[in-house]
């Protein structure tokens, strides 16, 4: 069975959410509910050609608008919600992205300071062939022009934080948030530690495609209708995001300075080898050392967040996290069976 069905598109911009925490629950769903979701882009469309400069069209601190919160039946604090990706798809033909005066990681911030101009604001339209599953970057100060392959995932991706915060959506923390990393993509599980009742989970920022590390701080950002899975582990904290796929399992964190994001995600790991792999704590520390792989999320947000990867194939015969992964991706078959 592939369980209850809820369809939720917002039509105007009033119906997103701008923070994790601070909003109220647009739906009540049960743990096992499909959602079929639409997402604006991080500019709530305001960005659609390359005179549409971000200064100018984006009225701060509305960005990165979030789809939800919804509220799942029987979340509470200490239990762990269970977000499986079943598809996202781009809901437009083209994606844009820029540079934004003192943001990303090449250029001087209002954190870190320098004397020299900030960038100049440009925009990229980029084209996508969703057909072909393509992404068509073209120059704006010269004649190249190359096709990279779509990739969509979706940069924000939380709950509510905990001690009663609201966070900008800009923000990656414990509870989620903005932490654009490339491997949140279709067949992929999230975990997400509950801190309210409820749990709030929204969603948004879509990306066709995004390098790791963002580095210029935007991603081929897009319009997305994405179908996942929400569930429910009982008991079962889980203090940073996981994620899981069909051959690895990941742990991230997000701090500043990134070595401390870094560390958060690799002793997240190796807590997670104890836990669920019983794996002594120091030999769990020396086989992710010789085994870990450790992609950038982003270093451009408030927060950085890093991820620590390891793969299945060499972790002993157990399922993690109660094998949640495994019964969300029956679901998901199930549910795409039908479609």
Not at 2 to 24: E, K, M, N, Q
Not at 48 to 73: C, H, I, K, W
Request: glycine share 8%; with cysteine.
């Amino acid at each position: 069975m592939s369980g209850p069905v809820l369809t939720y598109r917002p039509t105007a911009i009033g119906d997103y959410a701008w923070t994790f925490g601070g909003a109220p629950p647009v739906a009540r769903v049960v743990p096992g509910t499909v959602l079929e979701l639409s997402t604006e882009d991080c500019f709530a469309g305001r960005v659609r050609g390359t005179g549409d400069l971000v200064s100018q069209v984006v009225e701060f601190p509305f960005v990165n608008p979030q789809t939800g919160p919804f509220y799942v039946d029987g979340a509470e604090p200490g239990d762990t919600l269970a977000v499986h990706f079943v598809s996202i798809e781009p809901s437009r033909d083209w994606a844009a992205s820029t540079t934004v005066p003192l943001f990303g990681a090449l250029t001087s911030t209002h954190a870190t300071a320098g004397l020299q101009d900030a960038l100049p604001e440009v925009v990229w339209i980029w084209q996508l062939d969703r057909q072909r599953r393509l992404c068509r970057f073209e120059s704006r100060f010269g004649q190249y022009t190359v096709d990279l392959p779509m990739d969509p995932m979706h940069g924000t991706v939380g709950v509510a934080p905990a001690n009663l915060e609201a966070r900008s959506s800009l923000v990656p923390d414990a509870h989620g948030g903005n932490m654009d990393t490339p491997e949140m993509r279709a067949g992929v599980t999230c975990y997400l530690g509950v801190n309210v009742d409820g749990a709030l989970f929204s969603l948004g920022d879509g990306h066709a495609r995004q390098g790791e590390g963002e580095t210029c701080g935007v991603a081929v950002e897009c319009a997305m209708d994405t179908v996942v899975i929400v569930d429910l582990m009982k008991n079962r904290p889980c203090p940073w995001p996981r994620l899981e796929s069909d051959t690895h399992i990941m742990s991230t964190g997000s701090a500043r300075p990134l070595e401390d994001a870094f560390r958060i995600a690799q002793l997240d790991l190796v807590r997670w080898l104890e836990e669920d792999f019983g794996l002594p704590s120091l030999d769990a520390y020396q086989l992710v050392s010789q085994g870990v792989e450790s992609p950038l999320a982003n270093v451009v947000d408030p927060n950085y967040t890093s991820v620590a990867k390891f793969r299945k194939q060499w972790l002993p015969a157990a399922a993690a996290m109660d094998g949640m992964h495994a019964r969300l991706r029956e679901q998901a078959s199930a549910y795409l069976a039908t479609r």
